[in-house]
């Protein structure tokens, strides 16, 4: 059985696919938390993303 590449529990054979194929769901999230936000880094005053309700 394959193991996280982070933590190393072994993975569920849940999420066969994708970026994170190779991470348990708790690793996943934890990544997901380290990753700013667009709105977080965007400095373009004119960002229609940012600007969204």
Request: with cysteine; hydrophobic share 20%.
């Amino acid at each position: 059985m394959p193991t996280c590449d982070r933590c190393g529990e072994e993975l569920q054979e849940t999420n066969p696919g994708g970026r994170y194929r190779d991470k348990c769901m708790d690793c996943i999230e934890d990544v997901a938390d380290e990753i700013p936000s667009h709105r977080e880094m965007c400095d373009n005053a004119d960002c229609l993303t940012c600007r969204a309700p």
